[in-house]
């Protein structure tokens, strides 16, 4: 038979078992910091492609867009895949499908290959803004 304070010992445990709490270590944290810096140098490109057509010196321009892509895809490509998945059930999934792939796709264009379906990397892109600004209250940081 159940003590009382076995008792609450054990709805306890339930609890703690159903909740969504995530415990994170230094490491799963320092990482988990990849991603915003991946989505902030993601965010200067987007800055520099707007202006990227009305530049008079385009290449430098394009330079500089090449880069910052690059560092956001630097980021990305090392964050733990346990990181993203205690992060959000649905972040693995949008992050490497959409994020991650549209930043090499990216890269690859205004690296010359114009093979590259742009406009399908930019939706992507665009898609993986929406759903992080849609689950932003959902996601479970540390």
């Known amino acids: 038979m159940l003590t009382r304070h076995t008792h609450l010992f054990v709805c306890f445990v339930l609890i703690a078992g159903c909740s969504d709490a995530v415990t994170w270590t230094n490491v799963e944290i320092e990482n988990g910091k990849r991603i915003f810096i ?45 990181v993203l998945d205690k992060m959000h059930p649905s972040m693995h999934l949008h992050f490497r499908k959409r994020f991650q792939l549209a930043l090499a796709k990216l890269i690859r264009y205004y690296n010359g290959d114009v093979s590259v379906d742009v406009d399908s990397a930019v939706k992507d892109m665009a898609d993986f803004q929406q759903w992080f600004k849609t689950h932003q209250q959902e996601l479970r940081l540390w």
């Open 38 to 82: 991946a989505i902030e140098a993601a965010n200067k490109a987007g800055l520099l492609l707007r202006q990227y057509e009305t530049e008079p010196d385009q290449q430098i321009l394009r330079t500089d867009l090449i880069a910052q892509l690059q560092r956001a895809h630097v980021q990305a490509i090392q964050v733990d895949d346990i």
